[in-house]
Every structure is written in structure tokens, then in C-alpha cells.
């Protein structure tokens, strides 16, 4: 039964997870150069992993939602994805760089089981009255994780060097094993027969559910749209740092400020005995969201300081919305696919993001910030005029109904 134990343990295997997880991005790019010689080699490991895990969602959606024990399959994720980042690690200089690439993409293809997977369980966690602030709580440990993932990583890197920084991002991983596997599996009023669906019919269901369901549609059209405004924002930080901060370096400190102020914003989320609607609270995230770059691309230090606190205090938020709306709309039996597949939607978003924005801000930094707007206020517009009359065709879920 959920309790407050579990909970506690859910929330620290999160948090432990998620931080190896944002720590060994930053350890990646400091350990490749210094292990091959290469400059490009870092990038080009975390490029691997950040495509492999825009594809490997559905999949592995699939999977969890066919698995009688969901927490155990998500340890056993858990745990191939610190033995590739390992691998990687021990590979790095001895083997050929392109195999050290595709163990990167191999990777990179359980990277949604430390987001979406591991979101997906939280009802099995958390009584249904308790969901709201649970849900707060759970996207608070990407907000931690976000804020003390880099920062460890350039901590640790400095003091024993790269291949420590990832050597210590496996272990945070590694610590969130135990928690994962204790997760409660789904209630079964009887023996469970193999399925009579194929994995290719499922992950055509899984899409189904997201496509047909207006909420559902809505929610996640509007955030991965909104993703490609934030991975523009975040490409533009380090040049922000030089151009207005005096220094390349102090834009990690404008990441920490972003994600410092999700982090506030989401505590106070969670204190609130009856939070707002989560759809509303997506659309205005959205529209803050607009505001932020637009204000950074002033270049007054002063509007520099306000956006990145504004774009976290949006951020956290949207994220406990996106989530309150999966966990109300997601079919049980494709609850899984939902949170994975979502979680491989926006990490694309992210990525075209930052793909089009680092030539784009060569260009011109302001351009590249307005376009970074304009991206929020499209996502905006998807929100508001998204059809009305999208048939849904998978039957919603009361809310709590695990």
C-alpha cells in the first residue's frame, strides 16, 4: 500500500537518478576531450545519447506497460545505464571512438526510464488525494537535479578530474537501484495471460492515446513546442555570460538560476492545499515563458537575471502540470507509454532547439533569443487552437484509478 515510506524512497530514488543523469551530460563533454584528445569528442558522445533517447521512449514504454513488475524492469534499466555509461568511460581512448558513440546511443535509448518511466509508477505510490503534491514534489527532483547534476560534475571534475565526475554520476545512478526496484507493481485480480497484441500494435495504441485524447494531445503539443524555446534559451546562456556577465562560465551560473527558481516555484505548488488547474497552469507557463527571452535579449544585466529567475519559475510549474495531465488522461494499461513517449517528444524538442539555435546565435544573440519567444508563443497558440473536437477515442481514467 502506499505510504509515507514509500513515497520518501520514491522521491530519493528520483532524485538520485535524476541527478546522475543531468551530472553525466556535463562529465561526458569534460571526460571525452580529456581522455581522446579530441575537442568535438564530448559533444559527440552526449549528441548520441540525447538521439538514441528521443527514439528509445516508446519502446521501453511498451515494455513497462507489459512487465507485472514494473519497478523491477525500471532497476534493470537503471542499472544497463550506469554499466554503459562504464563502458563508455573505460572505453574512452582504448577502443575506437565510434564504438564508444554507440555505446552512447545504447544508452542514450534508456534515458526516458529516469523521466518518464519512473513518473509513470507514481500513482502505484501515492494515494489519489495525495497525487497533486506528489506530483509537485516529483517534478521538484528535476529542478534538483538540474541544479546540482552540473555543478557536482565541474566540483568533482576540478578536484579528481573528468573520468571522476563520471565515475561519480554512476554511482548517484547506482543509488537509486533499491528504490526502483521496491516500487509496488500494479494490482492483477487474476493470472495475467501473455499478450495478444504485438509490441509494434502496442506502441500504435500508445500513440493513439496521446493522438486522440484532446487533453492529452494538447498538453503535450504545447510542451514540446515550448521545448524547442528552452533549448534555445539554454544554448544562448553561455554567450549571454560573455556578453553581458563578463564571462562564457557565468552562464552555467544563469542555468543554476533557472533552476533554483523551478525549484522554488515548485515548493510552493506543492503547499498550496488546492493547486489550480493543471491545464491552466500549462498555458500560463507558456505565456511567461514567451516573456523571459525577450527580456534577456535586452542585454542589461539587471533583465539578464530577471528572465532566467521568470523562465525557471514558468518551467518548474509547466513541467508539474504536464504531469498532473498525463497522470489524469493516460489510460492504465498504456500509462506507461504515455510518460516515456512524452518524455522522447520533448527531449526532440529540446534538441532542435539547441541544434538551430548555437548557428542562429552566431548569427545575432538578440535574433536567437526572440526566436526563442516566438517558439513559447507558438506553443501558446497550439494550446488555444488545438480542434475541439478531438474524438477521444481512448476512454479517460478517473483520476487515481490505479
Partial sequence: MPGRYAMECYLGGAAAARAGDE????????????????????SSLLAGIM???AVGGPLFGVLLDRSGRPGRLLAAALALY????????????????ALTVLLAVGAGLLGPALSGGWTSQLPRVAPPLALPRANALDAMTFSLAALVGPALAGIVAGAAGAPAAVAASIALIGLALPAAWALPAPPR???VPPPATSVVADLA??????????????????????CVGQGTLLTCCPLLGAAVLGGADRGALLLSATAGSALVANAVLARRPSPPRPDTVLLGAVLLLVLA???????HPVALIAAVLLAGAA???Q????FAVRHREAPERLRGQVFTTGASLKITGFAVGAGFAGPLATWSLPGALVAAGGCEALAAVVFVCLPDDTEDIVPDVPPGAV
Avoid at 23 to 42: D, I, K, N, Q, R
Avoid at 82 to 97: D, E, S, Y
Avoid at 205 to 226: D, E, F, K, Y
Fill in 319 to 322: 513541467l508539474t502540470a504536464l
Fill in 51 to 53: 538521439i538514441a533517447a
Fill in 293 to 299: 527571452p525577450l527580456l534577456a535579449a535586452t542585454g
Fill in 82 to 97: 550506469a554499466v554503459a555509461l562504464t563502458a563508455i568511460l573505460l572505453g574512452l581512448g582504448r577502443l575506437p571512438f
Fill in 315 to 317: 518551467e518548474g510549474p
Fill in 23 to 42: 551530472m553525466s551530460g556535463p562529465a561526458l563533454l569534460l571526460a571525452g576531450p580529456a581522455l581522446t584528445g579530441s575537442a568535438s569528442s564530448g
Fill in 189 to 191: 485480480p487474476a493470472p
Fill in 205 to 226: 495504441a500508445g500513440l493513439r492515446a496521446i493522438a486522440r485524447n484532446r487533453p492529452l494531445a494538447r498538453a503535450t503539443a504545447t510542451s514540446v513546442v515550448s
